[in-house]
């Protein structure tokens, strides 16, 4: 496991393949994402990500993704495959974190809670549930485009315009934007949005799950001196 977790500025996500785990880690990327959700493209087995354990070894978190999964059948993939940390990109409330506790599996694990945000009432309500509630091991949210069937990866652009001045609604809380981030538009998103850190997916790929090295690298070296 990596020391001093915290949320990642520069997290890679939807990795399927061994060669893209490890440029992954070689372009900086400080997080890399599995995705655990069977009917997402990026989907990659929970013993197929535990053979990547040694080559993220202290360079990167290993946070898995998942979409309205119970805190069991993560604690269940988590026992299989060793996480730094769970991202939680469906419906789930606050009280998700406080059933997790009871899993001997998940209690040292940190967490991330994907939202969107549209400025919408019910955005402001969801928003605040996470932020009021601020649970000691949720490392901050991440801000995704909205979809109401596909649960990222997209491709489309979060509304970044709407993030500053950061919404009360956040409560200071750390913020890693997703959304259809790429190499020609994070340098403007970075510094319209002033997240404290970026996730991209679609944005590093030719095709879902198979990423590009010189896209990564690419984005390293645009966003990483912007995020300082």
Not at 84 to 113: R, T
Not at 135 to 159: E, F, I, K, M, N
């Amino acid at each position: 496991m990596v020391a001093h977790i915290r949320l990642p500025k520069l997290k890679f996500c939807g990795l399927t393949r061994a060669d893209d785990v490890m440029a992954a880690v070689d372009c900086r990327a400080d997080a890399i994402g599995f995705n655990f959700y069977p009917a997402s493209p990026r989907y990659v087995h929970p013993t197929v990500a535990r053979q990547w354990r040694s080559m993220v070894a202290q360079r990167a978190m290993m946070v898995g993704v998942f979409v309205n999964a119970s805190p069991g059948e993560v604690a269940k993939i988590v026992a299989e495959c060793p996480l730094d940390c769970v991202q939680l990109h469906g419906d789930e409330n606050p009280g998700w974190m406080d059933e997790a506790a009871s899993y001997p599996a998940l209690q040292s694990i940190s967490f991330i809670k994907a939202v969107a945000w549209r400025g919408l009432d019910e955005d402001q309500m969801n928003v605040e549930r996470w932020t009021t509630a601020r649970h000691p091991r949720l490392l901050g949210l991440l801000v995704d485009s909205y979809d109401p069937v596909q649960r990222g990866g997209t491709g489309r652009t979060a509304r970044w315009d709407l993030l500053v001045p950061r919404p009360i609604a956040f409560r200071g809380v750390p913020l890693l934007l997703a959304g259809g981030l790429k190499s020609e538009n994070v340098s403007q998103a970075i510094q319209a949005a002033q997240p404290d850190g970026i996730d991209i997916a679609s944005g590093i790929e030719s095709a879902p799950g198979v990423k590009e090295r010189s896209k990564m690298q690419a984005i390293s070296a645009i966003a990483l001196p912007l995020l300082g």
